[in-house]
């Protein structure tokens, strides 16, 4: 298994710019979710699916869309970049359903929006 | 919704001594605090979980404890090993529902030979 993958790893976007990061994982995993990490705020929900065709805002939303078209795949998309969403970002899976609730973590995209 | 507040931001610890990180979390229904570690350019990864049926865990070299009471929890690592050097990431939420986990702002440790 792959495990979550993501891409690109690293990209550089200009103000007002769009762009989807891509989120993939192998495992079956029902929970899918996006985070943000910034410096000395730890890691931060923005988006995060239950199942294919559901999803939900978490903490800090604003400025990007989801979908969840199949279990597999879980894009997050800036629609119109700002310098505030520079960050690096995380997508992880996990079961939903069960008592296994490890989350298991993608390598990370860092964006710069200059 | 939940909060998260953990401490220190930085350790530093000689190899072989042991290293402690502690967390408070404010929603009183929260019942799985997973602690996670991110080596330098990946992403985090679960090292050791507790749920609130349960005071103490240990795995080999690393413990974690719960004080519900007091809604603070610690991860306790003993021998540490330069490859123990890495951010570290306690969190809390409730297990089993539409899960949010709240990390803490993270602790950079440093085992120093």
């Known amino acids: 298994n792959a495990g979550v993958t993501q891409t690109p790893k690293f990209q550089v976007l200009k103000t007002g710019q769009s762009m989807t990061l891509q989120c993939a994982q192998d495992m079956n995993h029902e929970y899918m979710s996006w985070y943000r990490q910034d410096p000395g705020m730890g890691l931060r929900l923005i988006h995060y699916?239950?199942?294919?065709?559901?999803?939900d805002q978490g903490e800090v939303p604003n400025g990007y869309n989801v979908s969840r078209s199949t279990t597999e795949d879980f894009p997050l998309r800036l629609l119109s970049a700002a310098p505030s969403q520079t960050s690096v970002y995380f997508c992880a899976s996990s079961y939903e359903v069960g008592p296994n609730d490890e989350q298991y973590f993608g390598p990370g995209t860092r964006l710069t929006v200059t | 919704g939940e909060n998260v507040e953990q401490h220190p931001s930085t350790l530093s610890v000689q190899e072989g001594d042991s290293a402690v990180i502690k967390c408070t979390y404010s929603d009183s229904a929260s019942n799985y605090f997973p602690w996670y570690k991110q080596e330098l350019g990946k992403g985090p990864q679960l090292i050791i979980d507790?749920?609130?049926?349960?005071g103490e865990k240990k795995d080999q070299r690393i413990a974690v404890t719960l004080n519900k009471t007091a809604k603070h929890f610690s991860l306790h690592i003993t021998e540490t090993q330069p490859e123990d050097s890495a951010v570290y990431f306690c969190?809390?939420?409730?297990?089993?529902?539409?899960?949010?986990?709240?990390f803490g702002s993270g602790t950079q440790l440093t085992v120093l030979p």
């Open positions: 969190a809390a939420t409730l297990s089993g529902s539409a899960r949010q986990l709240t």
């Open positions: 507790i749920r609130s049926n349960v």
């Open positions: 699916s239950v199942g294919a065709g559901i999803t």
